[in-house]
T-cell receptor, first 116, second 114 residues
Framework: EAGVTQFPSHSVIEKGQTVTLRCDPI?????LYWYRRVMGKEIKFLLH????????ESGMPNNRFLAERTGGTYSTLKVQPAELEDSGVYFC??????????????FGPGTRLTVL | AQSVAQPEDQVNVAEGNPLTVKCTYS??????LFWYVQYPNRGLQFLLK??????LVKGSYGFEAEFNKSQTSFHLKKPSALVSDSALYFC????????????FGAGTRLFVKA
């Protein structure tokens, strides 16, 4: 069974540019999550989709970040315009329905974003 | 606010010796505790979790962790370290009042020397 995949693995952009990260969850996983780890600090929750609906987006840092999951399959996270402090590793995770706080979340390898 | 603390940025241990990676948490509600490991250029891999029941939980690769409610700790342990255990370890918590979001610690880098 294929795991969670993320694309690209690395992205280097200049301040003010736009970047779109993609996550493909494990097939059949309705729950999809985005997390971010900045500068060796803790991994922070960004948002949670259930199918195509945003269940919890309390961790999104500001309106420069836009997450979508059209069709309830893969998800994209767009940063526009990117700022220096957006640099970090963006992780995607998915879990099976019906979900719950004790369900295992399967993580992808992450996308390392560097904003110059 | 819910939080997880991993007080050590780095832990060094000799191969064959026991290892401990510390974790304490602060949450409201019942905690569900997890340990993940990240090897270079890989995603986070699930090691073990505590949901309820026996305070000592066993996980992958010979790791185990002990839930201590009074000390709000969930330290990761292994009786005999391997060089291949060298990686970045994250402690995490969820609660039944916190929804699905996972609260992570900052991570502890484990170096096992041959």
């Amino acid at each position: 069974e294929a795991g969670v995949t993320q694309f690209p693995s690395h992205s280097v952009i200049e301040k003010g540019q736009t970047v779109t990260l993609r996550c493909d969850p494990i097939s059949g996983h309705d729950n999809l999550y985005w997390y971010r780890r900045v500068m060796g600090k803790e991994i922070k929750f960004l948002l949670h989709f259930v199918k195509e609906s945003k269940q919890d987006e309390s961790g999104m840092p500001n309106n420069r970040f836009l997450a979508e999951r059209t069709g309830g399959t893969y998800s994209t996270l767009k940063v526009q315009p990117a700022e220096l402090e957006d640099s970090g590793v963006y992780f995607c995770a998915s879990s099976q329905p019906p979900g719950g706080p004790y369900n295992e979340q399967f993580f992808g390898p992450g996308t390392r974003l560097t904003v110059l | 606010a819910q939080s997880v603390a991993q007080p050590e940025d780095q832990v060094n241990v000799a191969e064959g010796n026991p290892l401990t990676v510390k974790c304490t948490y602060s949450v409201s509600g019942n905690p569900y505790l997890f340990w993940y490991v990240q090897y270079p250029n890989r995603g986070l891999q699930f090691l073990l979790k505590y949901i309820t029941g026996d305070n000592l939980v066993k996980g992958s690769y010979g790791f185990e962790a002990e839930f201590n409610k009074s000390q709000t700790s969930f330290h990761l342990k292994k009786p005999s370290a391997l060089v291949s255990d060298s990686a970045l370890y994250f402690c995490a918590v969820r609660t039944n009042t916190g929804g699905f979001k996972t609260i992570f610690g900052a991570g502890t880098r484990l170096f096992v020397k041959a």
